[in-house]
């Protein structure tokens, strides 16, 4: 049974966050709000909670998951990007945007698409992930929480707590957060590709 974390949406509880935390470095499965939506998230190493997201969600092996950082100084632990490119991305971030980047090796090799060994890497700009990434430490494997022939994601805790319950380790709820997905830009190319329009502005990108 999922544990259910209520946080307040400006003032997140230190005691609470400690706790999402601790749990997370157990290697737990969590439900977390977003600047766009809820997403499913676990640490980077933890081999069965990728394995749990993907039943959840039903992902082939070529999705793209996405590092959920927490600063630039994490960002560029993960990813190649020139200068420009890096000032392009900064001038967008914090933001509902996912960028798909080529990987350095700090990325465990079951986390890239297996072709073109990218992937995606995001600030979010939300006091509640901020908050649990800092007392983390590390970025966040995420998944935008969609669930199997659904099209819109879910969007209140206590819907996911009850949909969830026995597939995730704890849903964290601190209101809505929305229900459109992140914009989506590929940068592995020569030229930007818009892969998703969702709640960031595509415009600087095209």
Excluded at 14 to 37: E, F, H, K, N
Excluded at 71 to 91: D, T
């Amino acid at each position: 049974m999922a544990k259910y974390f209520d946080v307040h949406p400006d003032n997140p509880q230190p005691r609470v966050i400690r706790q999402v935390a601790d749990l997370l470095r157990a290697d737990g499965l969590i439900a977390y709000p977003t600047d766009s939506c809820f997403a499913l998230g676990c640490r980077l190493g933890n081999k069965e909670g990728i394995d749990r997201i993907k039943e959840i969600r039903r992902l082939g092996d070529d999705h793209h998951f996405t590092l959920m950082c927490g600063s630039f100084a994490q960002f560029g632990q993960f990813v190649h990007m020139g200068n420009a490119l890096f000032r392009s991305i900064k001038a967008a971030t914090p933001g509902s945007y996912t960028f798909i980047l080529p990987a350095t090796k700090e990325v465990p090799r079951r986390l890239l698409h297996p072709r073109k060994k990218t992937v995606g890497v995001r600030i979010p700009d939300h006091v509640v992930t901020q908050a649990i990434l800092a007392e983390l430490g590390e970025p966040l494997l995420s998944s935008t929480l969609l669930l199997p022939d659904e099209t819109e994601p879910m969007t209140q805790g206590w819907e996911i707590k009850e949909e969830l319950d026995h597939a995730v380790d704890a849903v964290i709820d601190s209101g809505d957060c929305g229900a459109v997905p992140t914009t989506v830009v590929d940068f592995s190319q020569d030229e930007p590709e818009i892969l998703r329009r969702g709640a960031g502005d595509p415009s600087p990108f095209e």
